[in-house]
């Protein structure tokens, strides 16, 4: 099988399978938590809830970020905080603002928006990489992370690190011929769309409905979180 | 008169040796061989070489000395003539002149004089004559659906005369995307059920001079190769000359530094297309298209798709047809879910996730109860 081959199916039929597999499993497991109902609540609220969560979302991505060592999550975890940090951002930049991905959105959306240059997009992606590897480390090496690491988060690391690192070849053109750099970009990729559902991943959906849920909490109570 | 040699041939036409000597070094270029720089004749570089032969060229006019003319024999199936087209209008009008004349088409549909029963005639007598030593040139794709009816020549289908010339020929040679992976014919949904040449004759090698129209520099070159030497050229995975196709458009091409700047036009008459950025978002297939467009070019190296300000379509592939929307970004998938299918995944997925949810409140109720 030449790689144009294997380049086609994975652009192609592959590509098609895994992200309707990934949005059918991401709809299963989302409706499948918010069906589950939560306890009525009897207690006057001392504040508004749609304020709490508005609130919590400002703070959440226009001030801790700016600020983070104010915060303990900050303090306790410097390098699990700022390697994270930049590794959302990498995937950020490179996943919506790099012009060969937004091509990707284009297609599927309709909609385009302007780019970076490749080399700012190029340099964000190294940042990410190198975030993924000292994360890695830190986990084999972190006493309580080790503890707490199972085959889980290291599967779950090698999906998400490969699309990376075989995107960062193909954009160098290390390894082989275009086409072959590029079908193993999109056969990762299609690997971790299918993967998303079924691992913690999926974190990128929840992560709003969990933090708007804190935030109408802490809404509820007057908290000023 | 095949006895005669080539030179011999081109004497006869009038060809002086002074045109001659050059021409040997028109052919080494055009097949890729490497002349040795110009250093290493021991003659400053200012002074150049004047009438000094390399070694490559040596050889070159040895053999065009001494071998016997080449008899080609050009078949076209589904194709629209535009690589024959190329071919007689190539930049190299010595190079193309000994392909067409010197070497001795012996049966061309587009070229000959004769018609009918007449042209059939010619070419079975020039099989038979040249058995085990001519060059098959194939044009156009090869239906195969309905026993190949779908193309039938002199009451016989393409297939069946492919197969017969195949038979008795010295080195196959499959000119354009169509004779080489089945081009346009083969597009979905392939209704001929059209394929190359080499999808049917599995015994024998065949170049692949990829390309819509392929590359008149590339056909010549590799039928002068084979001319010359009596062996084919390195090819590539997909049987294409190495020389020709081993580098991807993207890679030679003159708006490479714009890529690497993030420079592109948005549209065919924006300010970013008129300053000549890079077309890839408008759907350039430059960087997965292995073809010497970019440094060969076209009339007489003037200019090439790209340069010219339209993307590349990717025509040196297989099934560049199907490879996606021509003027769609290279990275987008090439089967998308449409809002149907979408909503279908997420609606299957979200009333399964409920169903469950439900299914084990009441579980967890009944278990309430019980207790």
């Known amino acids: 099988m030449s790689s144009q081959a294997v380049l086609e199916f994975a652009r192609g039929p592959f590509f098609y399978f895994a992200l309707l597999f990934m949005l059918f499993g991401l709809a299963y497991r989302l409706f499948n938590v918010i069906s589950l109902g939560w306890n009525k609540d009897r207690v006057v609220p001392m504040g508004s809830k749609s304020k709490g969560v508005v609130i919590t979302f400002l703070k959440a991505f226009l001030i801790w970020p700016f600020i983070p060592w104010v915060k303990d999550t900050f303090n306790r975890n410097p390098l699990i905080y700022i390697g994270g940090g930049l590794f959302h951002l990498s995937l950020f930049v490179v996943i919506i603002l790099g012009t060969p991905h937004m091509l990707v959105w284009k297609s599927l959306i309709g909609l385009g928006w302007p780019t970076l240059p490749l080399p700012v997009v190029d340099w964000m992606s190294a940042v990410g990489i190198i975030a993924m590897v000292i994360l890695l480390i830190n986990r084999r090496i972190h006493p309580v992370l080790k503890l707490i690491s199972g085959p889980a988060e290291f599967v779950a690391w090698l999906f998400v690190f490969l699309p990376m690192i075989t995107g960062y070849m193909m954009t160098h053109h290390i390894g082989g011929s275009y086409e072959a750099l590029y079908a193993r970009h999109m056969i990762s990729v299609d690997v971790l769309m299918i993967w998303i559902p079924l691992s913690r991943i999926s974190h990128f959906v929840f992560y709003f409905f969990s933090r708007a849920i804190h935030g109408q909490e802490f809404g509820k109570r007057g908290v000023a979180v | ?371």
């Open chain 2, 1 to 371: 008169m095949p006895e005669e040699t080539i030179q011999q041939s081109l004497a006869s036409q009038g060809v002086s040796r002074r045109d001659f000597l050059k021409l040997s070094g028109v052919l080494a270029a055009a097949m890729g061989l490497q002349l040795p720089p110009l250093e290493k004749s021991g003659l400053p570089a200012a002074l150049g070489v004047p009438e000094q032969i390399s070694p490559t060229e040596q050889t070159i006019l040895n053999a065009l000395e001494t071998k016997q003319r080449l008899p080609v024999i050009w078949l076209e199936f589904q194709d629209c003539t535009g690589c024959t087209e190329a071919v007689t209008r190539s930049v190299s009008p010595s190079l193309t002149n000994l392909v067409l004349n010197t070497l001795t088409i012996e049966y061309h549909e587009t070229l000959a004089a004769a018609a009918g029963f007449q042209v059939e005639q010619a070419k079975q007598d020039a099989m038979k004559k040249y058995a085990g030593q001519y060059i098959l040139v194939v044009e156009g794709s090869i239906p195969t659906d309905l026993d190949g009816s779908y193309c039938v020549i002199g009451g016989r289908s393409a297939v069946e005369q492919l197969k017969e010339a195949a038979a008795g020929a010295a080195a196959i040679i499959a000119v354009g995307n169509c004779a080489a992976y089945g081009g346009l014919p083969k597009a979905k949904p392939n209704p001929t059920g059209a394929k190359g040449v080499w999808e049917i004759i599995t015994d024998k090698a065949v170049v692949n001079i990829s390309g819509c129209p392929a590359i008149p520099e590339a056909t010549t070159g590799v039928i002068a190769h084979f001319a010359i030497f009596g062996t084919l050229p390195k090819l590539d995975k997909l049987n294409r000359p190495l020389t020709f196709y081993g580098k991807t458009v993207h890679d030679r091409c003159l708006r490479r530094p714009f890529y690497e700047a993030g420079k592109f036009a948005l549209s065919f008459d924006d300010e970013g297309a008129r300053e000549g950025h890079c077309l890839y978002k408008l759907g350039c297939k430059g960087p997965t298209t292995y073809s010497a467009c970019a440094t060969i070019k076209w009339d007489q190296g003037l200019s090439f798709p790209v340069q010219s300000g339209h993307p590349c379509l990717g025509c040196t592939e297989p099934n560049f047809w199907d490879g996606g929307g021509f003027y769609e970004g290279q990275s987008a998938p090439l089967d998308r879910p449409t809002i149907t299918a979408v909503g279908a995944a997420v609606g299957v997925g979200a009333a399964l996730g409920i169903g469950t949810a439900l299914v084990n409140q009441s579980k967890k109720k009944a278990h309430k109860g019980e207790s």
